[in-house]
């Protein structure tokens, strides 16, 4: 589906480090800022118990889980959007993404250097938020004398000259371009379409000590009361014991958790919100041969999901033959829950929802 999450924040973090543990794709990793020049990317299987549970109803020989996309950014420092550190470079790279996970350090360790020379989350992200506003009025700027210089000659463009202002002046107090009011499909165009780095969602992920992982500390508080004003989530990780987990056996891991006082490992977390953040959902196809796990954005119609599996299912739709994770696991049987009545033969305005087990009807 093309979703991605990109990994942000100041050198020195724990990104790459968290990063390699995520896709075990080898990033370097390295006690100096800058380690990280191109943008490294992973694909990240999403763990799903429903799988397991289809796979027992159907007897499946094969599973394919489904996956996010994870972008592993440089880490920016102050002076980024005027090309400190490659800046301009790094920004261009968040652009690309479609939501930012946002690492901040949330541990002292006088053996990993810190870019500004100490650890505080608050002043960490405004750096990184200065920097994302600065380089998204330069991008206003562009498109305001553009369309003033339209609006000129052609009142149509007013409208949109007077959004660019109304933007450009909510930025200017420190404002992310997330909380602009706006108040009619065309202004919601004129966002969508600036790509501004600031509109982007976000999460923030606190790096802390092994010892502090299941109980937080005062930085992770700071990061949490931050996030609490932007409506924005919070995950706290060990980027050291993630990468301590990637590296175990997988029937070993959960032991290792366990002793750590964990349920789930802190990346399985990221994985988890990184999928709401995008505003993804799953859905599923089911058989003898194969459990198929599927991403679709929140919204999408029957149509658009036949499309992620081939786009001839799209183009030929007919009908989708849906049934529910939570009925098929009640009762047990595809049979019995056509008996129950709760197989739904769909049309072309059916909402997709999270869970959904399809077969779908089409012309070749």
Known sequence: MGFNCGIVGLPNVGKSTLFNAIT??????ANYPFCTIEPNVGVVLVADERIDKLVSVYGSKKIVPSSIEFVDIAGLVKGASKGEGLGNQ?????RDVDAIAHVVRCF??????HVDGSVNPKRDIEVIETELILKDLDTIDKKSRDAEHRAKNDKKARPEADFYIKVKDHLATGRLARYVVVHNE??????RDMHLLTNKPVMYVCNVHEKEISVGNAYVEEVREIAAKEGAKVVIVSAAVEAEVAELPAEE????LE???????????????GMELLGLITFFTAGPKEVHAWTLRKGAMAPEAAGVIHTDFEKGF???EIMKCDDLFRLKTEAAVKENGLLHVEGRDYVMEDGDICHFRFNV
């Open 24 to 29: 075990a794709a080898g990033a370097e990793a």
């Open 90 to 94: 790094f920004l261009s790279h968040i």
């Open 108 to 113: 002292d360790d006088p053996n990993v250097i």
């Open 186 to 191: 065309e202004e919601k165009l004129f966002l």
């Open 253 to 256: 891991r959960s032991g290792f």
């Open 259 to 273: 002793g750590l006082g964990l349920k789930e490992s802190g990346l399985q977390q990221v994985v988890r919100e």
């Open 318 to 320: 007919i009908r989708a």
